[in-house]
């Protein structure tokens, strides 16, 4: 009997994942507190101890607004607009993670799969527990650099079998596996020169193509133009860079591929919503606890009914 076709996918996959923890905390939270509409460059895992999560996520266009149940955990994948507010605290605190799952590179794992935005009771309770140790790992810093990295892989791994365990494969994975082996070297050429100036000529001549049909081929694969994609993996960055790093505005967009630093606040305010310093902002503000809710309210994107899922139209 042949593997399924889903499997051969899925093993290769496994063959280029990367695990990457990019931050990490237990944090305080007071009724009320909100991270403001955001977008992350990583997978959010967030667990409310002693509190319950309203979270409201925009795709389409549309708002849809979930609330976890007490000790339940939310999980909003990469690139996904969305704000998380805490409600019916008790000296509650959120238990968080944000994490990368590279493959072939520079693709992110949940570009093939739907990951739902409530997690289940039965995950709830080790995700926020492997988030809570992530954090105690992390601030060891290099101390026991080896044995500390070896087990932050370990934990990056078991938060991963536990969202999988609740997403769904994307039917496009098949356009992917189609094309991916030609672009595997592309992608990850992006991925080690993000910083350099990158046209889609040069893109082409690395997959042997002629940059007409390599646009076409990208695009088929990856579901964007090649320069789009290019953007969208400098742009996810430089939001890592600007709430892990003290660098400059200037110095994240130069590291970034964008040397003219209006160009780069512009842009970054264009495709996430918010400037880079207020996007520093508000990162820095929800790590610390620092800065009650008042980032906007649920009447700004329509009527609230107080139902536990509820949708409505974006107002422009």
């Known amino acids: 009997m042949g593997v399924p076709e889903t499997a ?4 290769r996959l496994v063959e280029s994942l990367t695990v990457e923890v990019e931050t990490a905390g237990v944090t305080p939270v007071p009724n009320g507190h909100s991270t403001g509409w955001r977008i992350l460059p990583a997978l959010l895992v967030t667990q409310g101890r002693s509190c319950r999560l ?3 996520v925009e795709r389409a266009a549309r708002v849809q607004t979930v609330e976890t149940r007490p000790g339940g955990a939310v999980l909003i994948a990469p690139g996904v607009r969305h704000r998380v507010e805490v409600f019916e605290s008790r000296e509650g605190a959120s238990w968080w993670s944000h994490l990368n799952f590279r493959v072939l590179g520079s693709v992110s794992l949940f570009d093939f ?3 739902p935005d409530l997690a289940s009771r039965a995950t709830s309770p080790e995700l926020g527990d ?10 060891k810093g290099d101390d026991g650099a080896l044995a500390v990295r070896i087990e932050i892989q370990e934990i ?3 938060l991963l079998r536990l969202v999988l365990s609740q997403a769904t494969l994307r039917p496009s994975y098949q356009a992917f596996e189609e094309g991916a082996a030609r672009l595997a070297p592309v992608l990850a050429f992006i991925q080690q020169h993000v910083q350099e100036p990158l046209t889609r000529d040069d893109l082409a001549e690395r997959a042997h193509m002629s940059p007409s049909r390599f646009h076409v081929a990208f695009r088929r694969v990856l579901g964007v133009p090649p320069l789009q994609y290019v953007a969208r993996i400098r742009l996810r960055r ?10 400059t505005v200037a110095e994240v967009g130069e590291a970034c591929g964008y040397p003219d630093a209006f160009h780069f606040s512009r842009l970054f305010k264009r495709e996430i919503g918010i400037g880079p310093r207020a996007y ?5 503000a929800w790590f610390s606890c620092s800065s009650p809710a008042g980032h906007g309210s649920v009447d700004d994107y329509g009527d609230d009914d107080g139902g536990r899922i509820r949708n409505s139209p974006r107002y422009p």
């Open 280 to 284: 520093r902002k508000q990162g820095l």
């Open 8 to 11: 051969r996918f899925e093993a």
């Open 156 to 158: 990056g791994l078991r």
């Open 113 to 115: 799969y739907d990951v």
């Open 238 to 247: 430089a939001q890592q860079m600007l709430v892990t790093t003290d660098h």
């Open 130 to 139: 492997g988030s809570a140790r992530l954090s105690q790992l992390l601030a």
């Open 54 to 56: 309203r979270v409201d």
